[in-house]
Nanobody
Framework: QVQLVESGGGLVQAGGSLRLSCAAS??????YGWFRQAPGKEREFVAT????????GYADSVKGRFTISRDSAKNTMYLQMNGLKPEDTAVYYC????????WGQGTQVTVSS
């Protein structure tokens, strides 16, 4: 089992920045990611990272604005979000596992215009 706890969400003005954290515990898995779900919309992929290599991937909508990273010593994954837009407003979830089998509880990000 893997336990994931997100933190760092909040309210920010358009153009601002936030950094989300996802603390992981339990067994080690190779792939971690961030997803988000806006009101009335389906959950969508945001970014992914391979823990061992640091290889990353991003959704086109966030490429160049968001950066996913991990700190192996702290067993924590991050999502640095810059240049935030109102359309980034959503509940952000971290996930882990080869099929994203494990999920955190989510953290709300609200971007005001």
């Amino acid at each position: 089992q893997v336990q994931l706890v997100e933190s760092g969400g909040g309210l920010v003005q358009a153009g601002g920045s936030l950094r989300l954290s996802c603390a992981a515990s339990g067994r080690t898995v190779s792939r971690y990611g961030w997803f988000r779900q806006a009101p009335g919309k389906e959950r969508e992929f945001v970014a992914t990272i391979t823990w061992s290599t640091g290889f990353t991937g991003y959704a086109d909508s966030v490429k160049g604005r968001f950066t996913i990273s991990r700190d192996s010593a702290k067993n924590t994954m991050y999502l640095q979000m810059n240049g935030l837009k109102p359309e980034d407003t959503a509940v952000y979830y971290c996930a882990a596992g080869s099929s994203y089998n494990y999920w955190g509880q989510g953290t709300q990000v609200t971007v005001s215009s």
